[in-house]
């Protein structure tokens, strides 16, 4: 079993709908969780933070964490062409000497906004 | 913000060639490097984390001589594709932490694609 599943998509969404991007794990030692965001060809940017389980909201994006669940999720509202790209999750457990350890990534769900 | 960059963007080269990608953090010191690849529609993969002044540990089933990778300085790590083969051929990204950070986030250079015929 892989560390972090995520559905690769394709998801295709008309311009101003929701999107539910999701991801499960399997080790219970994640606190970390991020989602980057990756266009053709470039390096990930990242999105969005969260350590722990909850709640966290910037602008249009939203992230949850249910550790419990081992389910994190990403929410995009009001989506828009621009926010086509490939998300990936990406999670860590604490390292000694630093807040973060290595990352370990899911494989991205390619999502496309049609106008 | 935090600025990575990479060196080439994209490189072709014939097999049996060595292939050097620099990465390099533009306005913070960075203690630590990571070097992954990426296959079309895959993750990123980790091949190995670079400590400035310190050998590179390397992830399982990397080979160590043939990813050669030096971390000379705080704000430059380079990786060496040795005697490339065509299966080497892919999208390498680095990224660099940032030691004045606290969360020691990661960023992300912009990658290097390699071709190898």
């Known amino acids: 079993q892989k560390e972090v599943e995520q559905d690769p998509g394709p998801l295709s969404v008309p311009e101003g709908a929701i999107v539910s991007l999701n991801c499960t794990y399997s080790?219970?030692?994640?606190?970390?969780f991020m989602w980057y965001r990756q266009y053709s060809r470039k390096g990930p940017e990242l999105l969005m933070y969260?350590?722990?389980?909850g709640n966290k909201e910037d602008g249009r994006f939203t992230a949850q964490v249910d550790k419990s669940s081992k389910y994190i999720s990403l929410f995009i509202r009001d989506s828009q062409p621009s926010d086509s790209a490939t998300y990936l999750c990406?999670?860590?457990?604490?390292?000694?000497?630093?807040?973060?350890?290595?990352?370990?990534f899911g494989r991205g769900t390619q999502l496309t906004v049609w106008p | 913000g935090a600025v990575v960059s990479q060196h080439p963007s994209w490189v072709i080269c014939k097999s049996g060639t060595s292939v050097k990608i620099e990465c390099r953090s533009l306005?913070?010191?960075?203690?630590?490097m990571f070097w992954y690849r990426q296959f079309p529609k895959q993750s990123l993969m980790l091949m190995a984390t670079?400590?400035?002044?310190?050998?590179?540990?390397?992830e399982q089933g990397v080979e160590k001589d043939k990813f050669l990778i030096n971390h000379a300085s705080l704000t430059l790590s380079t990786l060496t594709v040795t005697s490339a083969h065509p299966e080497d051929s892919s999208f390498y990204i680095c990224?660099?932490?940032?030691?004045?950070?606290?969360?020691?986030?990661?960023?992300f250079g912009p990658g290097t694609r390699l071709t190898v015929l």
């Open positions: 990224s660099a932490r940032d030691r004045g950070d606290y969360l020691n986030e990661q960023f």
């Open positions: 080790n219970s030692a994640f606190q970390y």
């Open positions: 969260t350590y722990s389980s």
């Open positions: 990406a999670m860590s457990a604490y390292s000694r000497g630093s807040t973060l350890g290595r990352l370990y």
């Open positions: 306005d913070f010191q960075a203690t630590t």
């Open positions: 670079s400590n400035e002044g310190s050998k590179a540990t390397y």
